[in-house]
């Protein structure tokens, strides 16, 4: 296995970070949850909701059918070093940093390899298999114009770090009220703070000034009153244009999508980098087989994205529901009072719906088991 990474290191901030149960229970199976979680890590075993008048709706993971039932957040980089590290014991895995894709390779309707600039020199790589696995923006699946479906989220975030106070409490939180929508997630010395704003309105948010945004946050969380004058600059503030699309065809003879290109994941729940090990899981556990034997039939790619697209649907199903129910109506309403539909509330009071909802993000849908009889790593 070869894996191009295009930049030097892993050192990106503000991506997916949230490895959720779903994802200890993989690493599990291949004997490496606890070498995992002796990362420096921070965790949450529930997730709260407040509104701005007060009312506040816990979702607790603490009954979810899992040996794990919490949520680690660790630096992606951390994670991206723990897994390639680990894959380096495997004498057939090969990383090369500061590759980047420019092309696929296409002979007779198929594809079979890439062409990758490395070094500042152009090289092309033959493969059986081409796995685009390069993200929401994948230059892999434009090369192939792979037909695909487009939601409308509401929202685009801006994240960005605040000091955490010992004393605060732990976990990951959430502040809705009219016109806003703020996610906290616990990162120990930190939070990690997504302020959403409206679909397309960061350069207005930006024309009124980094004083108006200090205001404006210190307004809506009152105890961050303090630390916010540590934003200086907007080089702090890093923007997420938030988009959510489909694939409705994963694959091409000689080529598959998993992850983001295949299906772009709005950051709801925090569930895309779990969704994408899940699509991992399941492309090994249907192509392994084929691979040693030298073949990879077109069939054999349908089968992956045959497994995984239900779970794809519900899962961004979920997101969209949250976006229309709770992030658009307040992002575009005014007033003192924060809008939590009818629906919504009776679902959150509903016995059932509350177990179910943290199961779902938890362990999402369908979760894969490692199945390959070369899943652990080698002795030593």
């Known amino acids: 296995m070869l894996v191009l990474e295009k930049h030097g290191d892993f050192l990106r901030d503000f991506r997916g970070d949230t490895i959720h149960p779903s994802t200890l229970e993989i690493l599990h199976d291949v004997g490496l949850a606890e070498r995992f979680l002796a990362l420096p890590h921070s965790r949450s075993a529930d997730f709260s909701l407040r509104t701005s008048v007060g009312e506040t709706i816990r979702l ?144 207005a948010v930006r024309a009124r000034g980094l004083g108006s945004f200090r205001q404006s946050l210190a307004s809506l969380v009152p105890r961050f009153a303090d630390r916010v004058d540590a934003l200086r600059s907007w080089d702090q503030i890093k923007l997420l244009s938030v988009r959510a699309d489909r694939l409705t065809r994963w694959y091409a003879p000689g080529f598959l999508a998993i992850g983001d290109a295949a299906h772009a994941m709005s950051p709801v729940a925090g569930v895309g980098i779990n969704v994408a090990i899940q699509d991992a899981v399941e492309a090994a556990n249907v192509l392994w087989r084929p691979l040693r034997d030298g073949r990879v039939a077109i069939n054999d790619l349908a089968a992956v994205q045959r497994r995984r697209e239900p779970a794809v649907r519900v899962t961004q199903a979920m997101q969209d529901f949250v976006q229309r129910q709770l992030v658009r109506r307040n992002l575009s309403v005014s007033g003192d009072r924060p809008v939590i539909p009818p629906a919504f509330r009776l679902l959150m009071r509903t016995p059932g719906v509350r177990t179910l909802i943290p199961r779902l993000v938890a362990l999402g849908i369908r979760r894969p088991r490692v199945q390959s009889p070369e899943a652990a790593p080698p002795a030593g």
């Open 60 to 203: 607790s993971f603490e009954g979810v059918p899992t040996r794990y039932p919490f949520i680690a957040f660790v630096p992606q980089w951390d994670f991206l070093d723990f897994i390639t590290t680990e894959a380096k014991r495997y004498p057939t895995f090969h990383l090369v940093m500061n590759a980047e894709v420019t092309d696929l390779v296409r002979a007779g309707g198929g594809v079979h390899g890439v062409r990758c600039r490395v070094g500042g020199g152009e090289h092309e790589i033959a493969a059986m298999l081409t796995v685009g696995a390069d993200g929401r923006n994948s230059r892999t699946r434009d090369a192939l114009a792979l037909p695909r479906v487009s939601a409308s989220p509401p929202m685009d975030v801006f994240w960005f770090r605040l000091a955490r106070r010992p004393e605060e409490p732990a976990g990951a939180q959430a502040l809705i009220g009219p016109g806003h929508f703020i996610a906290m997630l616990d990162r120990g010395a930190y939070w990690q703070v997504g302020y959403t704003i409206g679909k397309g309105k960061a350069d």
